[in-house]
């Protein structure tokens, strides 16, 4: 959680100075596809606070909007449907469609098509990476001590 | 109907079983939302402000530097892509400036021949050199109407005879070359000094058989007799650099210079009928 949290400001760092792709959104995305926990509500909250502090827009809006694109992730986890590259990225995409739709609407953000795209194929190896550090302390079935 | 019922099922589940964590921070957040709404955080977020922004300018401002060294990188290639389209282009119109020069030498030849020897009098045919060795090779041949013998000019200027007629390429021996036998006369202001021009080894002619008596001296330009069937009178074939004389010979001779060199000729002319 803290090391998230520190990955989340230092994202949000990053995107508030140069980065033109939303990159707290994808980490927010891909751990809510990944683990189905509370952490990630408040990791949403916090991470939109820092985000919209850092880009000077409302504080109270990108928590909301994360918080809820949370929700909706976990709903979709929850379909009976295998994660792969493909599902994953198309649930994805729907997630960062419905954020830019939504930052269209409601802080007049431009609706551009590639930094969007990138956004959705970065989230794939992102998800991957989450997945490889959510899951280093679960033990699978095939591993077993050597004596 | 039974997916709705699953999805509705889903979305129970998922709010009840954080429904407290999601509607507090989601309370929290539309109180944030508000108050800054009202600008009644300025206060702390000037504060934060202090912190942050250094920070963030910092970030900005380094990867400008980092994007500017990437944009050196990418403009490097680019320069050099558009150098080496320039270098073919500058090829290409170097070629184009080239073509278009050769085209007005040629054109300026026409005219320089026209004026020198009028083509209602003689019936030229323009040639290109193509080649030199002992022999000037020249581009046209039987198939354009050239025969042996035939006198080619430059302008005003004798150059030589065609010795040899291929279909498509002929050799004009050199009014210099030791083979070539030519009537010729020079002229000056005190008479006019007959011979025969004899080609000598190299680029020089002796004009040969001058009567003791007839002037002639340095500077003088020669010219064919026309005695010659295919070499009309009055050509120029050269320049008297120096006389030979001689009082135990009955004749005098005078070493004959061209007046032109080979090299420069970009368009010569054969003499037709």
Redesign the interface.
């Known amino acids: 959680m803290k090391t998230l949290l520190l990955i989340i400001t230092l994202f949000a760092?990053?995107q508030?100075?140069?980065l033109p792709v939303n990159i707290v959104l994808i980490l927010i995305i891909a751990r809510s596809l990944i683990v189905d926990d509370?952490e990630n509500?408040?990791l949403?909250?916090f991470g939109?606070?820092i985000l919209a502090?850092?880009t000077q827009i409302?504080?109270?809006?990108y928590?909301?909007i994360f918080?809820?694109l949370v929700?909706i992730a976990?709903?979709l986890k929850?379909?009976p449907v295998s994660f792969g590259l493909l599902m994953t990225f198309l649930f994805g995409g729907l997630l960062i469609t419905l954020t830019a739709l939504l930052n269209n609407y409601f802080i007049g953000q431009y609706l551009e098509f590639y930094p969007h795209l990138i956004e959705a194929i970065l989230l794939l190896p992102t998800y991957f990476l989450m997945k490889f550090w959510e899951e280093r302390f679960v033990i699978k079935s095939h591993t077993k001590l050597r004596i | 109907m039974p997916q709705i019922w699953y999805i509705y099922n889903l979305m129970l589940k998922f709010l009840v079983y954080d429904f407290k964590t999601l509607a507090f921070l989601v309370l929290i957040s539309i109180v944030i939302l508000l108050l800054d709404f009202f600008k009644l955080l300025s206060i702390p977020k000037g504060l934060l402000q202090q912190v942050t922004i250094p920070i963030q300018y910092g970030l900005y401002k380094s990867s400008t530097g980092v994007s500017r060294q990437f944009g050196f990188v990418i403009q490097a290639r680019q320069a050099a892509q558009e150098n080496k389209a320039k270098s073919e282009q500058m090829a290409q119109i170097l070629l184009e400036n080239s073509n278009l020069r050769k085209k007005l030498t040629e054109a300026q030849s026409f005219l320089d021949q026209e004026n020198a020897l009028s083509d209602e009098t003689f019936n030229l045919t323009p040639s290109r050199p193509i080649g030199f060795s002992r022999f000037l090779i020249i581009d046209k041949g039987a198939n354009d109407g050239i025969r042996q013998d035939q006198a080619v000019v430059s302008k005003a200027n004798f150059i030589g005879t065609v010795k040899e007629v291929d279909p498509k390429r002929s050799r004009v021996i050199l009014g210099s070359d030791p083979d070539s036998r030519i009537s010729a006369f020079s002229q000056s202001d005190q008479g006019k000094a007959k011979g025969i021009l004899i080609g000598q080894f190299g680029s020089e002619m002796l004009l040969d058989k001058i009567l003791h008596e007839e002037p002639i001296k340095v500077g003088d330009l020669v010219y064919s007799e026309g005695q010659e069937l295919e070499i009309p009178r009055g050509l120029i074939l050269g320049q008297v650099a120096e006389v030979i004389e001689k009082d135990n010979e009955i004749f005098k001779q005078a070493k004959v210079k061209a007046v032109f060199d080979i090299a420069d000729l970009e368009l010569v002319f054969i003499v037709g009928e």
């Not at chain 1, 409302?58 to 809006?61: A, K, R, S, T």
């Open positions: 760092f990053l508030s100075a140069f509370r509500l408040f949403a909250f939109g606070l502090f850092l409302n504080l109270g809006y928590p909301i918080v809820f929700v976990g709903m929850k379909l």
